[in-house]
């Protein structure tokens, strides 16, 4: 009937079947043949991987990728205890009153489209940056000017010492007017570091060459690429097959993977990968509504904390029993851990005396008010964090002993501050980053100000300490009554608990043996590539 | 006669376009509802994606309630989508900003690749184990694919993805372990969709073959003396082809849904995650367009694999044009 | 509708067995076969093993958590991920509960919540498709173009937007998987319906004055039976694994409630210093889908 056309005569068939399986091979052959590298070729691009994902060019969305790969710039720079240190701006100089900020631009710096840096493009990424939630937006910014091609003049209403801090974060990075399209959105990220973006692939790939007109020093490593992975157990697997040069984001269990097959030289892989560690500046915390009946007795918050056992949390879920909170802020904040604090306990019988004597009585089913009201809460997280879940279930079970009912509720990053909004919030577990703004004090003054803070306290408010943010915030306070004010945040927030820290961070990243230089930045704005080179065989 | 301009070619070609016209106002509509029924606030949710759990506030997600116009009534903003669906324009996506076409295509691009690729695999190892254990029922090959067939579907692929890893890419260093860098990075993902796929298709063909052995025709190729080799080749693998073909056809669909967890493993920029993360941070347009793109591949799919059967075997346009 | 008169129950309803008494007497009873006493009826062994299997596995849900009798959810912060001992059989996951105690929760919650939202998607299926097949015509049509244009929406999607308008409540995980299952109960309920519907045997009752009911029960219920059950252990398979896919993502039960997905998602980081608590979970979903196989060779898509 239709033999005219019949496209499956026998010959096609026949091919049909074997031409899948001559690709398969044709194809695994060549990924094979290329892992034997030609010494004297360039060595491959740097690659790094990490879990952070490029979700859109904004500098408040994704500015972190770019000042991290080194691709755009940041006004000022920060060093790892905050101090800050110049970046683009070479100098700057304050008014006596603290009202006017000057800054002197490098003189050398160009954008990678080859026009100068002037004072009028670092005006206009300034400009930008002040819409909420790029964090200029915390200043009490009147004007920012350009009076000539290389200075640029920040008008203040009130002084604010915090501010060379929010200049170095990255949503105040400078891009050049070039990358702004018609309708002001980013575009395209045309900076002004000593890399430049060869290929652009949101939300996963960025690859990045040196840029040749940079006015520092040339780089030893000629092309970065970055890759984003959101598993950890990926992230540890292309480390160990040398894949990856740098693989940031390691979870305990990956981490003591790889702190084994090291010792093991049986179980050794392809590559030997070590590991370099950093405390960050960031703490688990249970945020609280002070404002809810139940909790607004400081007795029941202490309990709270009380019945806590952070050193299990770190040592199970963190794989190190030492980043148990004993306070607020971590060793690495310096001046603002304060070593004169009592530590944190846990105290279950202590906790159970507290609530005791706040009313709560032990009934067969957990704890009861005076009314018979059964103590019931519900604590919010969200999985962009993949241990949160995890502690928030080691919380509900710590706390279900002292007879708290604790519904664990797993959302979205945002519910968090719609819940302080609302006043619907009662429980939220987050990790917050303290040194956000490279100086805590901007901070904490955005989180315990006399409103409460998003991520801060709700329904609680301490005179003492929003006094002490504010002066430390205005004025440029000798050393000894700085250290003071500190010790009174701290203590306040220690004896009052409007947030329970519960555990601090480490990061661990996996590095490859072929790099060396390699230098970890506590503040996660920077992966020092310029200070990395290959390291001989 | 071309079977392909037949009569009943036309009515299928005629009742798909119809299909695709009437999918495509089905699911715009629904998502917009459906996405709109959602607990929590839109703008925080955009705001939350957009900016990260570290910078996220009530001022971000006012200016972005302020930025996209969230306070306009619902059935307003229903009239502007159909609008826009009628226009081909699907919109920006609210968290990264790009147009939502180019989104889709990137990421739907990926997929299918991938699944192009899983295909590939599955027919290169499935059909021909398959076609031997129905010429050799009971024997090795045949249990041997059974328990294959068992393990592999009952496996989840983020273990499967794993244990694939852990001996390809660690141990033989063959594989890149993640990525979408080159050709190879394929390989691996593709292997872990494809093996399942394959396990499954082995059955698929078996029972095919089963049923073309012991069929009259097939018999009597042989009694006209031809061998075994050319029977099956002449006559039996086209009659075998069509069960083979539609279910190749239906699980194909699965593949790009349950490329899902493959492609969060491997770090493949595919739909499924993009799907998740846009649902999750109530990215409506980008929701709504990927929808409507998988709606209307999903009829497109169905009317090739139609043809497919179509020229496979022209005495089944009744079954065809059901 | 009242039952038929004594003269006609001796028509067999569909797909029944004729025993040979019956036969001869129809036949006339003139010429009559040699009176053989038929062959008894056997199992064949891989339908015993897959009962078997299955009924252990239900064993295993339903009296499980109470034989295990530990608690799924009191933890040892000190005592994690411990390999197998006397005191724990399976030993203890990542915040040092016991993996046994929280198998034996997580097989009963799963396999029953995957079995209410497969009956949960069968019943609205079938009986769209028993409608679909008995109106025919118009009303035929526009089910095939909602059942097509369900099916055109990603699965996936429409499971992550009905479970995501109430995040962590089980109904809300039934309703999104019964909507993307019951289009292949339509499917398989309409092509299985249809010939009855046309047949001999129907179009006899209903000349004969039987209603619906009576058509129903006595010539589709026999033949959709067999299909239904199968297609339903399958689904309900289908729906352990999308659980799991789903708790993968993120949107499955709130802790600390174990659920097999959910286990498995916990488990993964530690796949090499502790596999065994990933194995359990697989086993479970090995042995479940093993089963199905054994009791439905024929059935090779799940």
Not at chain 2, 263 to 268: D, G, Q, R, S, V
Not at chain 3, 73 to 89: C, F, G, I, K
Not at chain 3, 274 to 300: C, F
Request: hydrophobic fraction near 50%; aromatic fraction near 6%; proline fraction near 8%.
């Amino acid at each position: 009937m239709n033999r005219l056309f019949n496209p499956f005569s026998p010959l096609t068939r026949r091919r049909a079947l074997q031409a899948p399986v001559a690709a398969l091979a044709a194809g695994a052959l060549p990924a094979a043949w290329a892992q034997d590298t030609n010494p004297a070729a360039p060595p491959a691009p740097l690659q790094i991987v990490g879990p952070w994902e490029i979700s859109g060019l904004a500098p408040a969305s994704s500015g972190y990728v770019f000042t991290r790969m080194q691709v755009t710039e940041t006004l000022l720079d920060a060093a790892d205890d905050g101090q800050p240190r110049p970046a683009l701006a070479r100098l700057w100089r304050r008014s006596a009153d603290g009202l006017v900020w000057q800054f002197e631009l490098r003189a050398g710096a160009r954008f990678h489209d080859g026009k100068p840096v002037t004072a009028a493009a670092v005006v206009r990424s300034l400009q930008a940056a002040q819409v909420a939630p790029a964090l200029l937006s915390q200043a009490p910014i009147e004007s920012i000017t350009a009076p000539d091609e290389g200075t640029v003049l920040i008008r203040l209403q009130r002084p604010h010492t915090a501010l060379p801090a929010l200049l170095a974060h990255s949503s105040t990075m400078v891009l050049a007017p070039a990358s702004y399209g018609a309708d002001g959105k980013v575009r395209s990220i045309i900076g002004c570091g000593p890399y430049r973006i060869a290929l652009l692939v949101p939300p996963q790939q960025v690859e990045t060459v040196v840029f040749d007109a940079y006015d520092g020093p040339r780089p030893a490593i000629a092309a970065v690429r970055y890759l984003a992975a959101s598993r950890a157990e990926t992230r540890a697997l292309m480390a160990e097959s040398g894949q990856a040069d740098l693989a940031y984001g390691l979870d305990p269990a990956s981490l003591r993977r790889l702190q084994r097959h090291a010792q093991n030289p049986a179980l050794a892989r392809r590559t030997a990968v070590r590991i370099a560690s950093v405390t960050l500046p960031r703490t688990v915390i249970v945020k609280l509504n002070a404002g809810l009946p139940a909790l607004r007795d400081v007795r029941v918050r202490q309990a709270l904390s009380l019945a806590i056992d952070r050193a299990g949390i770190a040592l199970a879920l963190m794989g190190d029993e030492s980043l148990a909170a004993t306070q607020l802020l971590p060793p690495m904040l310096g001046a603002w851990h304060n070593l004169d604090l009592p530590p944190l306990q846990h105290d279950p019988e202590a906790a159970a005396r507290l609530l005791r004597a706040a009313g709560w009585q032990r009934h067969s089913d957990g704890l009861r008010n005076a009314q018979g009201q059964p103590l019931h809460l519900v604590i919010r997280t969200f999985v962009d964090r993949p241990e949160l879940p995890l502690i928030a279930t080691a919380l509900q079970e710590q706390w279900r002993l002292a007879g708290i009912a604790v519904k664990v509720s797993i959302g979205n990053s945002g519910d968090v501050p719609r819940g302080h909004r609302d006043g619907s919030l009662q429980l939220a577990l987050a990790a917050r980053n303290y040194a956000n703004v490279p100086d805590p004090t901007g901070t904490l003054a955005g989180d315990f100000a006399a409103q409460g803070g998003d991520w801060g306290a709700m329904g609680w408010h301490s005179d003492a300490v929003v006094q002490a943010l504010q002066e430390l915030t205005r004025t440029q306070t000798p050393p000894e009554r700085t250290r003071a004010l500190r010790q009174t945040i701290t203590h306040t927030l220690q004896t009052e608990l409007p947030v329970i820290p519960v555990a601090w961070y480490r990061q661990h990243v996996a590095v490859a043996p072929r790099l060396a230089g390699v230098t970890l930045d506590p503040l996660e704005r920077s992966y020092r590539l310029t200070g990395m080179e290959w390291s001989n065989p | 006669m071309n079977p392909l301009l037949s009569k009943p070619w036309a009515a299928l070609l005629g009742r798909r376009l119809v299909q695709v016209l009437a999918v495509s106002l089905l699911i715009g509509t629904l998502c917009f509802l459906m996405v709109r029924a959602l607990p929590g606030d839109l703008a925080m949710r955009v705001a939350a994606g957009r900016y990260g759990y570290d910078l996220v506030s009530n001022a971000a997600a006012d200016a972005v309630r302020a930025e996209l116009g969230l306070d306009r009534p619902g059935w307003l903003a229903l009239l502007h989508w159909w609008r826009d669906m009628a226009t081909f324009n699907l919109g920006q996506s609210l968290v990264s900003q790009r147009s939502v076409w180019h989104e889709v295509t990137h990421h739907l691009g990926a997929t299918l690749r991938l699944s192009a690729a899983a295909l590939a695999i599955a027919f290169a190892v499935g059909v021909p184990l398959g076609v031997w254990a129905g010429l050799r029922p009971q024997g090795w090959v045949d249990k041997a694919s059974w328990l294959m067939a068992v393990v592999l579907r009952a496996l989840p692929p983020f273990l499967l993805s794993v244990l694939l890893v852990l001996l390809v890419a660690v141990q033989w260093s063959f594989l890149p372990a993640g990525g979408d860098e080159s050709q190879a990075s394929l390989v691996l993902p593709a292997l872990t969709l494809g093996l399942g796929l394959a396990a499954g298709l082995a059955r698929v063909t078996r029972a095919a073959m089963r049923e073309v052995v012991v069929s009259p025709f097939f018999e009597f190729a042989r009694t006209k003396g031809l061998s075994d080799w050319q029977a099956l080749v002449r006559h039996g693998l086209r009659n075998a082809a069509v069960p083979v073909t539609a279910y190749l056809g239906v699980q194909a669909l699965f593949l790009v849904e349950g490329a899902l967890v493959v492609e969060t493993l491997f770090a493949w920029p595919g739909i499924g995650h993009a799907l998740v993360h846009a649902v999750f941070g109530r990215d409506i347009p980008v929701v709504q367009g990927t929808a409507l793109c998988m709606g209307v591949l999903f009829v497109v799919f169905n009317l090739l694999v139609d043809a497919a059967c179509l020229a496979l075997d022209p005495r089944h346009t009744q079954k065809v044009a059901k | 509708m009242s039952s038929p008169p004594e003269s006609l129950r001796a028509i067999p309803p569909e797909g029944g067995r004729t025993p040979v008494a019956w036969r001869s007497q129809f036949h006339g009873g003139a010429e009559a076969e040699p009176s053989v006493p038929p062959r008894p009826f056997r199992w064949p062994v891989r339908t015993v093993l897959g009962i078997t299997l299955l009924g252990l596995l239900a064993l295993f849900a339903l009296l499980g958590p109470w034989l295990v009798g530990a608690s799924p959810v009191v933890q040892d912060l000190r005592n994690t991920l411990a390999p197998p001992s006397a005191q724990h059989w399976l030993g203890t996951d990542v915040l040092g509960r016991s993996a046994l105690a929280r198998l034996a929760h997580a097989a009963q919650l799963s396999l029953g919540m995957a079995l209410l939202a497969a009956v949960s998607a069968a019943v609205p299926g079938t009986l769209l498709g028993i409608a679909a097949a008995w109106r025919g015509g118009r009303t035929e049509r526009a089910l095939l173009m909602l059942s097509d244009s369900v099916l055109a929406i990603p699965g996936l999607l429409l499971v992550l937007l009905v479970a995501a308008l109430a995040p962590g409540a089980l109904w809300a995980l039934y309703a999104g998987l019964s909507a993307a299952l019951w289009v292949e109960y339509f499917r398989v309920s309409r092509a299985v319906a249809r010939p009855v519907l046309a047949g001999d045997a129907v179009q006899a009752s209903r000349l004969l004055g039987f209603g619906r009911g009576y058509v129903l029960r006595r010539h589709l219920l026999p033949a959709l039976a067999p299909t239904l059950g199968t297609l339903l252990a399958f689904t309900t398979s289908q729906a352990v694994l999308a659980l799991a896919a789903l708790g993968f993502v993120g949107v499955g039960m709130q802790p600390p409630t174990p659920e097999l997905g959910l286990m498995m998602t916990e488990a993964m980081p530690y796949y090499e210093e502790a596999p065994w608590l990933i194995a359990a979970p697989t086993a479970l979903l090995v042995w479940l889908v093993a089963a199905m196989m054994l009791l439905n060779p024929d059935r090779e898509t799940a």
